[in-house]
């Protein structure tokens, strides 16, 4: 599938004149028109939820939008619950997936009202000493081990995460939490990330219906709701076909009806905790070709770097570059895409074909809208860039402006910098 950038070269044009290079563009028409396809394709559930995976990006006036679709917040840390709490967004609407939790998270999120997640069967004794009770309504994360496979081979691999619990702890689990005064439970697994197929949510969705039909017929637990979590994907390369949520959803109904319905359980909420899925298509990072290098190599150095988008330093992930302007000219050049950090997997791309790269060229770095501004880092003493939201109307909003010094010194104060400097 081709590659389009939601922004058009004129009006990047106009928005470089305004907001200097990089920055992170947001596209408002695809973010609202995606969540209402997520909405419908799960609305023969009564109780579906998507609770937006908060750590995907952490930008309020971003998660407002999802909110207005009815979306609650999947926080995992303290700063992401106070997010959560200055956009209003408390109680059910909090869903509080954490692991090696802190006390401290686990007071806030009982404070909240959030739905507490627990990532593992000691943490039981943990919540209780910390909160003095165990709340109402609780869930489990699980891990089943292993590898999780579909039709199409491994897509992941259980057994080596770190996250969850196995089935006899969810069985014990389940019993304690009863004992301890639970009366509302919840069913949670991310078994595998990324995943671009229409198979993953129903797949995972059969096991943790069958799951939930032995755990409340073993333990009389009442379960209110299965989490499918997030690991839904996007297309990352050209070469990739996108999920279809109707599809998934229809998919995930499919079993629900096979499984649940017949258990009696035709009342259970589904719950998903997507932040790919949501966000991730409609980011892209803005970036300006700076300098041009010619050695064993032929190098485009950009004013961003990985501070600015992390991914394909880390994972050596793809992410498709659109050279504005040049769409329809041949991609007969071979670039490396590097930016400035003293870091030699600091490149965007590597032995990328593209059109020839001219200075001052503005490049876009597509998919770059979860689990992108939200990992940056400030290694090398790089600044973050700014956010901004390109608006249903063409119009712009700027909804973080790009750090400065101060900012990156900021947590100095016992040094102070500035006034040992000469301005
Ligand atoms: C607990 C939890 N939920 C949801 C998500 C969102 O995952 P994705 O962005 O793949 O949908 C993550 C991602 O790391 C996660 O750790």
């Given at each position: 599938?081709?590659k389009?950038t939601?922004?058009?070269k004129?009006q990047?044009?106009?928005?470089?004149k305004k907001?200097?290079t990089p920055?992170h563009?947001y596209d408002?028409k695809?973010i609202r028109e995606n969540?209402?396809?997520?909405?419908?394709a799960?609305?023969?559930?009564?109780g579906?939820?998507?609770y937006f995976?908060?750590?995907?990006?952490?930008?309020?006036?971003?998660?407002?939008?999802?909110r207005?679709?009815?979306c609650?917040?999947?926080c995992?840390s303290?700063?992401?619950?106070?997010?959560?709490e200055?956009?209003?967004c408390?109680g059910?609407d909090?869903?509080f997936?954490?692991?090696?939790t802190?006390?401290e998270?686990?007071?806030y999120?009982?404070r909240l009202?959030?739905t507490?997640n627990?990532?593992?069967f000691?943490h039981?004794?943990?919540?209780?000493k910390?909160l003095?009770a165990i709340p109402?309504?609780?869930?489990?994360r699980?891990?089943?081990?292993g590898?999780?496979?579909m039709g199409n081979g491994?897509m992941?691999?259980?057994g080596?995460a770190?996250?969850?619990m196995?089935?006899?702890?969810?069985?014990?689990?389940?019993?304690v939490?009863?004992e301890?005064g639970?009366?509302?439970f919840?069913?949670?697994?991310?078994?595998?990330s990324n995943?671009v197929?229409?198979e993953?949510?129903p797949?995972?969705?059969?096991?943790?219906f069958?799951l939930?039909?032995?755990l409340?017929?073993?333990?009389g637990?009442d379960?209110?709701?299965?989490n499918?979590?997030?690991?839904?994907?996007?297309?990352?390369?050209?070469?990739m076909?996108?999920n279809?949520i109707?599809?998934?959803?229809?998919?995930?109904?499919?079993?629900?009806e096979?499984v649940?319905?017949?258990?009696?359980m035709?009342?259970?909420a589904?719950y998903s905790?997507?932040?790919r899925?949501?966000m991730?298509p409609y980011g892209c990072?803005v970036?300006?070709?700076i300098?041009?290098?010619?050695?064993?190599k032929?190098?485009i150095g950009?004013?961003?770097c990985?501070?600015d988008?992390m991914?394909?330093a880390?994972y050596?992930?793809y992410?498709?570059?659109?050279?504005?302007?040049?769409?329809?000219?041949?991609c007969?050049?071979?670039y490396?895409?590097?930016?400035s950090?003293?870091?030699?997997?600091?490149?965007?791309a590597?032995?990328?074909?593209?059109?020839?790269i001219e200075?001052?060229d503005?490049?876009?770095i597509?998919?770059t809208?979860?689990?992108g501004y939200?990992?940056?880092y400030n290694y090398?003493g790089k600044l973050?860039?700014a956010?901004?939201?390109?608006?249903?109307d063409?119009s712009t909003q700027?909804?973080?402006?790009?750090?400065?010094p101060?900012d990156?010194?900021a947590?100095l104060?016992?040094f102070?910098i500035?006034?040992?400097?000469d301005?």
């Amino acid at each position: 599938m081709e590659k389009k950038t939601f922004v058009t070269k004129e009006q990047l044009d106009e928005i470089v004149k305004k907001y200097p290079t990089p920055f992170h563009l947001y596209d408002e028409k695809g973010i609202r028109e995606n969540v209402k396809a997520v909405k419908e394709a799960f609305s023969w559930n009564e109780g579906f939820k998507e609770y937006f995976a908060v750590k995907a990006n952490p930008n309020p006036f971003l998660v407002d939008i999802l909110r207005e679709y009815g979306c609650g917040c999947d926080c995992s840390s303290y700063t992401e619950l106070m997010l959560s709490e200055a956009m209003g967004c408390t109680g059910d609407d909090i869903m509080f997936s954490s692991n090696d939790t802190p006390a401290e998270d686990y007071v806030y999120a009982g404070r909240l009202g959030a739905t507490i997640n627990l990532d593992d069967f000691t943490h039981i004794d943990f919540l209780e000493k910390t909160l003095g009770a165990i709340p109402k309504r609780i869930s489990c994360r699980y891990n089943p081990g292993g590898v999780f496979e579909m039709g199409n081979g491994i897509m992941d691999n259980p057994g080596d995460a770190k996250y969850g619990m196995t089935t006899e702890q969810m069985f014990e689990a389940f019993r304690v939490l009863k004992e301890k005064g639970a009366e509302e439970f919840g069913i949670h697994a991310f078994l595998a990330s990324n995943t671009v197929t229409n198979e993953y949510y129903p797949v995972l969705a059969k096991e943790l219906f069958q799951l939930a039909v032995k755990l409340e017929q073993e333990t009389g637990a009442d379960i209110k709701f299965i989490n499918l979590s997030g690991g839904v994907g996007i297309p990352y390369t050209p070469d990739m076909e996108a999920n279809d949520i109707r599809v998934i959803g229809a998919g995930v109904k499919k079993v629900y009806e096979e499984v649940l319905v017949p258990a009696g359980m035709g009342d259970v909420a589904i719950y998903s905790e997507m932040g790919r899925f949501m966000m991730g298509p409609y980011g892209c990072l803005v970036t300006k070709a700076i300098h041009e290098k010619h050695t064993h190599k032929e190098y485009i150095g950009v004013d961003a770097c990985a501070v600015d988008l992390m991914r394909p330093a880390m994972y050596g992930a793809y992410h498709h570059i659109t050279v504005m302007g040049k769409e329809d000219k041949p991609c007969d050049h071979k670039y490396d895409i590097a930016g400035s950090l003293c870091e030699n997997n600091d490149k965007f791309a590597v032995d990328r074909m593209l059109p020839e790269i001219e200075k001052g060229d503005l490049l876009v770095i597509h998919d770059t809208g979860a689990h992108g501004y939200a990992m940056g880092y400030n290694y090398n003493g790089k600044l973050k860039s700014a956010e901004i939201l390109l608006k249903e109307d063409g119009s712009t909003q700027l909804i973080r402006r790009a750090e400065t010094p101060k900012d990156y010194f900021a947590t100095l104060d016992c040094f102070d910098i500035y006034s040992k400097l000469d301005q």
